[in-house]
């Protein structure tokens, strides 16, 4: 039932009312987790993907009907600008979602530290943004162990930060072209990786949560609205392609959403080296 609460056409219409869904699915996730696996002797070592997965089993209905939704739009409309508007109103969905899902899994683990397992989340952090000290990184953090011979980049310039997003927007096109509705793992797992270095750097201080949040969505929400944009154009290959093969739709109509989603995985590169440049030179002075 509560994975039917909303529905995409519903939310079209006031896009940022899914800041609220976004919040409502990801404490349940985080409620459910903490009750029942926190306490268990061997899943509480992946709470953190237990998080994620209840998040990503709330919200796909949801994402499956918005992709069908948008690739519908797509074939209906004539004009590339409303083409665009549609896929606009798409992604301002999935954007709300995301800071929704940010802010609620930041709050819980400020709210109840140290009860669920998140250094999946971090270590992660650490091996995208500090491979080159990745055990410092962990050793701020408070994580002990450690991942053995991970591949260590040079960090701090365009060109490195701008390739690692153009890695992760590649495996986000693969992901989305085998699962249609595979945006939603990336919307959660995202969330989480943020929300776990947000309540770190705060303290788990409430206080000093909205400027932990702000820190981080400086350059995250370009920087993920551009995976979004990615998935979104292989999301909607993916169901234009099953049903061109059920015969639902016409071969004119599977080239016309390739060639849309062709655009939309340019911008989405565009989006991330916008995102890239504002990592680099915005957020430092600032933050």
């Known amino acids: 039932m509560l994975e039917v609460i909303v529905y995409p056409k519903e939310a079209r219409r006031r896009p940022w009312e899914m ?12 409620l459910i987790v903490n009750w029942i696996f926190a306490q268990d002797v061997v899943l509480s070592r992946y709470s953190g993907l237990l998080v994620v997965m209840f998040s990503v089993l709330f919200s796909i209905t949801f994402i499956y009907y918005s992709i069908r939704l948008d690739e519908r739009k797509n074939i209906k409309d004539k004009s590339e600008i409303k083409a665009i508007y549609d896929d606009w109103k798409i992604l301002s969905m999935f954007l709300y979602l995301f800071v929704g899902f940010i802010i609620g899994f930041t709050f819980w683990q400020v709210i109840i530290p140290s009860h ?26 408070k994580i002990n162990e450690t991942i053995q011979d991970i591949e260590t980049k040079p960090q701090g310039n365009f060109f490195s930060i701008f390739s690692n997003n153009v890695y992760v927007a590649i495996f986000t096109l693969a992901f989305a072209l085998v699962f249609g509705a595979g945006v939603i793992f990336l919307i959660s797992w995202n969330a989480s990786v943020v929300s776990s270095v947000i309540a770190l750097s705060i303290k788990y201080k409430l206080s000093n949560l909205p400027l932990g949040l702000t820190r981080f969505l400086v350059h995250g929400i370009p920087e993920i609205a551009g995976y979004f944009i990615v998935a979104m154009a292989g999301g909607m290959t993916s169901i234009a392609i099953s049903n061109y093969l059920r015969k639902k739709i016409s071969k004119d109509n599977l080239l016309k959403i390739i060639q849309r989603s062709s655009y939309l995985l340019i911008i989405g590169i565009i989006v991330l080296a916008i995102a890239s440049l504002i990592e680099i030179y915005i957020t430092p002075v600032f933050f």
């Open 19 to 30: 800041i609220f869904v976004g919040l409502l699915y990801s404490s349940l996730s985080f």
């Open 116 to 141: 669920i397992n998140f250094n999946s989340q971090i270590e992660t952090y650490c091996v995208l943004n500090n491979p080159l000290q990745y055990e410092n990184c962990l050793d701020n953090y």
